[in-house]
């Protein structure tokens, strides 16, 4: 075993120790000047203990409780494989893995997902993904058509551009199985978006997220100024009106 | 030189895992891996071995989707395909490409079940698991009427 296979063993422990310290002092500390204290003052000390612990589970149920925002999830992305979470560390190959801000650089990027524009990095020509498995020069045959999705709700209208579609998926991969190919033949809605069925089969899993800062890639198109939202049938048969 | 590398790895993988057991600690139930990553894992744990890990993002890079879920038939489901090791070395699913000519061989087990053993099948980072409570879900199936 070479002088540098030691050095890298004990540079690792150490690493792990300090970890552990730090973790134990920042975790552990709040719960010790309590312990101190009660044993402190008073001789009984066995007694104590048993109440002290109470006592700090007792503080940290409350502490948790009362976050912040408790509710709002925040992520961090493109971590390395070793560090996102489902990736095993304790795999070697895991190491092998290519993370993603390596890959990314340079593409236009985005604030959602990936992170990445994948419409633009293909409009650019920073990416050129093939259309074939095997013959790296095959197009593919784009359809530039926009359908547009009346909405009833002051949400602006949806266009549905075939354009940015048909530049990754085959006519096959939507229709007949998602949508019927004629406008307006499909029933859509939200709720059902977010479950994951016809735009959610894709939005939300591998295209662009649901989420605040996207609904207006499909709600793109502005209602017209003399738009008025229709009146719910509760508002217009209020007896008490 | 081959003993070094892995004796670094090793060293390296004490301390991710180190890294990622505090992780765990200060933020719980938030894993943080790519979006659009999904777990498969319908046979691998039964038959000890990692969950595969497939990326999307990886692969969509350098192909479109069409080539998978068009040509080679990938369902729009994960863990739907019913992958397993007999197909892929028949030229299937995985097997279309990382067969030595598109891409690395299947000899490279741990490149592809590099999984947090016991993680189930999943989607990560989709949209549906992020909804705080799946309201609209609860709308259309009563959870306690049967």
């Known amino acids: 075993m070479s002088y540098k296979a030691h050095a890298r063993w004990l540079t690792a422990l150490v690493t792990m120790l300090i970890a552990v310290t730090a973790w134990s002092s920042e975790v552990l500390q709040p719960a010790q000047p309590a312990a101190v204290e009660w044993s402190s003052s008073t001789d009984q000390g066995s007694v104590f203990a048993a109440i002290s612990e109470s006592e700090v589970m007792h503080l940290a149920d409350v502490s948790s409780a009362n976050t912040f925002n408790q509710n709002l999830k925040k992520h961090e992305a493109n971590l390395p494989p070793p560090e996102d979470g489902i990736h095993d560390p304790n795999n070697e190959a895991t190491f092998a893995l290519q993370p993603p801000k390596v890959a990314f650089k340079g593409l236009p990027e985005s604030t959602f997902g990936n992170q990445v524009d994948w419409v633009k990095s293909i409009d650019q020509k920073a990416l050129a993904p093939r259309w074939d498995r095997v013959n790296p020069d095959e197009e593919p045959f784009v359809l530039d058509m926009d359908i547009v999705r009346p909405v009833k709700a002051s949400m602006p209208d949806v266009v549905f551009p075939h354009r940015q579609h048909t530049e990754w998926l085959a006519c096959s991969n939507c229709h007949p199985a998602i949508f019927i190919p004629q406008k307006g033949a499909n029933q859509i809605s939200m709720s059902a978006i977010l479950l994951g069925e016809k735009c959610g089969v894709c939005h939300g899993k591998v295209s662009f997220p649901i989420e605040t800062k996207t609904c207006k890639k499909c709600h793109s198109k502005p209602k017209p100024d003399d738009w008025k939202p229709p009146l719910s049938s509760a508002t217009v048969n209020n007896p008490w009106k | ?146």
């Not at chain 2, 479109?64 to 090791?85: E, P, T, W, Y």
């Not at chain 2, 949209?127 to 879900?137: E, F, H, M, S, W």
Request: proline fraction near 5%.
């Open chain 2, 1 to 146: 030189m081959a003993l070094n590398a892995q004796r670094r790895n090793l060293g390296r993988s004490a301390v991710f895992a180190m890294m990622a057991s505090l992780t765990a600690f200060a933020l719980p139930q938030v894993a943080h891996a790519e979006y659009a990553d999904v777990v498969i894992n319908n046979y691998a744990d039964a038959a000890g071995m990692r969950p595969v890990i497939f990326p999307h993002w990886f692969h969509r890079v350098r192909f479109r989707c069409k080539v998978c879920h068009a040509d080679l038939g990938f369902q729009f489901k994960a863990g739907g395909n019913k992958i397993n090791m007999a197909k892929i070395i028949d030229g299937q699913f995985c097997g279309a490409c990382h067969n030595g000519e598109i891409a690395w061989s299947v000899e490279n087990c741990g490149m592809c079940h590099s999984g947090i053993p016991g993680t189930p099948t999943h989607f990560h980072g989709s949209t549906v698991q992020r909804l705080i409570a799946p309201t609209y879900k609860a709308l259309e199936k009563p959870a306690d009427k049967k």
